[in-house]
C-alpha cells in the first residue's frame, strides 16, 4: 500500500482530515517502534511503503521500552500534537490499516509485545444495528 494511501485509510477510519491522519500515523509508528523489539518493527517495516519504513527503523536494535497504554497514548498525542480522544482514534485506525498492510501473522507477532489494551485498539469496533 503507497504512502498516501495509507494516509487516506487513516483518514477515513479515524474521521480526521489527511493532514492530522499524517501526523497520527507518523506518531503512532514512531511510538510503536520504541514499544515493539527492533527485529519486530523491522519486520513490518518490510511490508510498508518505502516512505513510512524510516518511522519504524531504531537506530539501535535495543530491547524495547516498557510502557503501558496511557503513555503511548500520551505520546502520540505529543507527537501529533492532537488531544488524547483524537490520539486514541488515530492509533486506532493506524494500527487497523497496518493490519491489512502486513498481514495477520507478522501483525500478530508484533501485537504479543505489546499490552492488551493496545492491542485491543486494534480491534475493529462493532457496528451498532
Known amino acids: 500500500m503507497a504512502e498516501l494511501e495509507f494516509f487516506e485509510k487513516v483518514a477515513a477510519r479515524a474521521g480526521v482530515p489527511a493532514e492530522t491522519a499524517r501526523s497520527l500515523t507518523e506518531a503512532t509508528l514512531r511510538t510503536l517502534a520504541e514499544r515493539i ?11 510498508v511503503a518505502h516512505e513510512l519504513r524510516p518511522l519504524l527503523a531504531r537506530a539501535r536494535p535495543e530491547e524495547p521500552e516498557a510502557f503501558g497504554y496511557d503513555e503511548f497514548l500520551r505520546r502520540v498525542a505529543e507527537r501529533a500534537g492532537s488531544p488524547p480522544d ?8 493506524v494500527l487497523q490499516t497496518l ?17 492488551k489494551e493496545i492491542g485491543m485498539l486494534a480491534q475493529p469496533v462493532p457496528r451498532e444495528p
Not at 483524537?86 to 485506525?93: H, N
Not at 493490519?99 to 505489546?114: S, Y
Open 37 to 47: 523489539s527492533g527485529g519486530e518493527a523491522a519486520d513490518l517495516a518490510e511490508h
Open 99 to 115: 493490519h491489512r498492510v502486513v498481514g495477520h501473522r507478522e501483525f500478530e507477532h508484533a501485537l504479543a509485545q505489546l499490552p
Open 86 to 93: 483524537v490520539a486514541e482514534r488515530g492509533v486506532r485506525a
